[in-house]
């Protein structure tokens, strides 16, 4: 299939619409991942992370609406990616990778992520500055935090 980025993908206004949903979420969801609370799976989606503030079963709730918010628009967002695109023969799953990579891309040192699976996008993580800094770490599929 042919290689897609988000840059090359065309967008519409209901991708907009979503984009600012997720901004508007982007505080709080970074607030969790510097805390260690929240990470960025290999599918372009977050997921808890077990931390210390989620002994508070208030915290752990609304932990859980924010990112099941934030992962149904982003769902919403590559479908509608998907089908704007269909040009590109893009399904999905591929959208939903493009956009973990280049999030996995702009990672802060801290950040609890999910590596890609076994083949070019984690072979390219790997030889990336982060992805050696991880050294034995670096492993397909792996759950990381980011040095």
């Known amino acids: 299939f042919?290689?897609?980025h988000a840059q090359e993908m065309k967008s519409n206004d209901r991708i907009?619409?979503?984009a600012e949903?997720?901004?508007a979420r982007h505080s709080e969801l970074q607030a969790?991942?510097?805390g260690g609370?929240?990470?960025e799976d290999n599918r372009g989606y977050v997921d808890l992370r077990d931390c210390d503030a989620f002994s508070d079963a208030d915290k752990k709730n609304a932990a859980q609406k924010l990112k099941t918010?934030?992962?149904d628009d982003r769902k919403a967002m590559y479908n509608e990616f998907a089908r704007i695109n269909a040009e590109m023969n893009l399904t999905v799953s591929q959208v939903e990778k493009i956009f973990a990579r280049k999030r996995l891309e702009r990672a802060a040192a801290g950040e609890a992520f999910q590596?890609?699976?076994a083949g070019a996008d984690f072979d390219a993580f790997k030889a990336s500055p982060a992805g050696q800094k991880l050294g034995g770490e670096c492993s397909p599929?792996?759950?990381v935090v980011i040095k």
């Open 32 to 34: 969790l991942k510097k």
């Open 37 to 39: 609370c929240m990470g």
């Open 69 to 71: 918010a934030e992962n």
């Open 21 to 23: 949903k997720l901004k």
């Open 115 to 117: 590596l890609p699976d």
């Open 2 to 4: 042919q290689v897609a």
């Open 16 to 18: 907009k619409e979503l």
């Open 141 to 143: 599929g792996a759950w």
